[in-house]
């Protein structure tokens, strides 16, 4: 029978001697908290600070996120992926505002219902922000409970998950630390009871640990084998035009949602043939209003997204007319001098970089 008193003690003994200071670690504003949780969902905390510190001076309260334009949102979120992450905080923070009149809910019922809030993060927030006793359980925590307790499941079962927080929730009992019980199990995962390799003579539950005791702590956790990603194959024109490049936006919801891009299209088959890539490019840029022929291939690149793998093929176009009789010119014709300022799809980036180094060659070898 684990004593939950001895666990938490001999955790927060060791979190007050080895905890690293982070940014966020002084906070108890709730939206802070929430803005720096957002952030460090599949991304590295070393990555996470200097977007953290940046994004609060751009946005240092819920009054200035709520009223951002979803264009400079994304610019200063830009390069930390995910984009829906940014999207989502948005409009959470955008309801606190609407519904609460600015003030963070401190219940887990209110506040698990704005967008982009699931249990670990309402956790998390009212545990450090709120001090309740309210556990927040991410790949961390599920890693340290599953050696501690020897759990021969997958973590990510809903009952594994579930008996970990019922396991949490009673080292919280009666405590005044709940936040630092919060930020010491995910220090210690990060720290201490890594994916490979853990530093067991560091932990201070080693004494207590049964997966050490058996020696079987690098064989925990077991997780369910991931789906493999949908690969789709993309074919994206690049239209250019004295000095220009055509642009288009992305629909307002979905996969990289309100981003920009080069004219794509998206296809379960990867086309054969050149000619296959053009009837599928000239189809797109028709609803642009614009007639287009291919005349070469450019670069190829692959993009692993969580749930699908692009397999992009690039090729430059040029005009058969200006526009197509009786349509609207659609998109946004960029001077390369200015092809970085937007907000980039994924991989539209890494074309949009190589345009401009191609430009720069060419300007290199005139000047020859």
Known sequence: MMNF??????????????????????????????????????????????????????????????????????????????????????????????????????????????????????????????????????????????????IREPIDRLPVKRRIETTVREMMAGISRCGDVTQALMELGALVCVPRNPRCDSCPWQGHCAARLENAQDALPIRKAPALPRIVHVVTGLLLRDGQVLTVQRPPRGLLAGMWEFPSVESSDSPGTMADAERLLQERFRELGREITVLSAGQSLTHIFSHRQWQLRTFFCRDRAATIPGSVDAGRWLPLGRIESLNWAGPHRKIAAGLVSEMGKQIHEKGK
């Open 5 to 150: 008193k001895e666990l938490t003690t001999q955790l927060l003994d060791w979190y007050d001697r080895n905890r690293r200071e982070l940014p966020w670690r002084t906070e108890t504003d709730p939206y802070r908290i929430w803005v720096s949780e957002v952030m460090l969902q599949q991304t590295r905390v070393e990555a996470v600070i200097p977007y953290y510190r940046r994004f609060l001076q751009r946005f240092p309260d819920m009054r200035a996120l709520a009223a951002a334009e979803p264009e400079e949102l994304l610019s200063v979120w830009q390069g930390l992926g995910y984009y829906s992450r940014a999207r989502h905080l948005q409009q959470g923070v955008q309801e606190v505002q609407a519904r609460y009149g600015g003030r963070m809910p401190d219940s887990r019922e209110e506040i698990s219902g704005l967008p982009g809030i699931g249990p670990y993060t309402a956790g998390a927030i009212l545990s450090i922000a709120h001090n309740k006793p309210e556990p927040a359980v991410d790949g961390n925590v599920l890693r340290v409970f599953s050696r501690l307790l020897v």
